[in-house]
């Protein structure tokens, strides 16, 4: 069992955790994830891990209620425990050799992409972050994002924060201007990461794309992570939770990627509808 030790709600939708898991807390990298179950008759879920702290032995994630089991785990205290944490997998982020970088992240994916920014910073890497999210209420993480990065865009898509419009527009700005970044590290909504790569394609910049499909086992032996790369012209198959999550944002195939994420959506509505239910709590 792994005690809660604090949690934050960081917005309607989002929330931050602090979990005691010391052996992992000491392994654990910018870019890894772990897999949990809220109780004994729970589904796994992966989540990145959003940072550590080995002198407490404690792993931060930060996650969306989306589904079931996430609406679950909101429900959950500090002082409450959780029946299975465990990590860290798949590969860590390479950072390695990076002087200049540019975090671009969306949503909730802010919160994968906030400890990769923390620890090219801690490298001495000029970071340029450009963070979006629909609208205001959804930020997260500015504060974080100000502390690691040399320049920081924030961008909501009704221009009620920062500057109006999605990642792709200062991005493509930098570009055009003849800003030159040894790596762009995109984090997000899939469709959102493919036109970050698309953006970046014109300009010859490599893109490193952190993919997050359905998982179970987190071990490659399930084969639901897979995906397809695009590697010399031939069709090559990856899995994210072994080989990932981070891939070559050009040798992804986005559109199979989206289409397999849609694959369970009507189950999973039902059955996050059926666990807000059980709670009592209104259906969004």
Known sequence: MYRIVDKKVLNPTVVQLQIEAPLVANKAK????????????????PLTVAGVNKENGTVKIIYQIVGATT?????????????????????ATHLDGLKKVCIVGGGVGCAIAMPIAEAL??????????????????????????????????????????EKGNVTVPLKEMLESGEKFDMIIT????????????????????????????????????????????????????????DGPDFNGYEIDFDEAMSRGRMYGAFERHAYESTCNLF?????
Request: charged share 25%.
């Open 280 to 284: 009592g709590k209104k259906v969004q």
């Open 121 to 162: 910073h801690k490298m001495g890497a000029d970071v340029t972050s450009i963070i979006g999210f629909r609208n205001k209420d959804l930020l997260i993480l500015e504060d974080e994002f100000r502390a690691c990065s040399n320049t920081l865009r924030i961008m909501t898509d009704d221009g009620s924060y920062g």
């Open 187 to 242: 984090i997000g909504p899939l469709v959102m990461m493919k036109f970050v790569v698309a953006t970046a394609k014109p300009f010859g910049t490599p893109v490193t794309a952190s993919m997050n499909p359905i998982m179970i086992d987190g071990t490659g032996m399930c084969g639901g992570c897979r995906l397809t790369l695009n590697v010399d012209g031939k069709k090559v198959t990856k899995f994210a939770c072994v």
């Open 30 to 45: 910018p870019g890894q994830f772990i897999i949990l179950r809220v109780d004994e008759n729970g589904e796994r879920i």
């Open 71 to 91: 609406e679950k785990l909101s429900h959950k205290e500090a002082g409450d425990y959780l029946q299975d944490f465990v990590g860290p997998l798949g590969v």
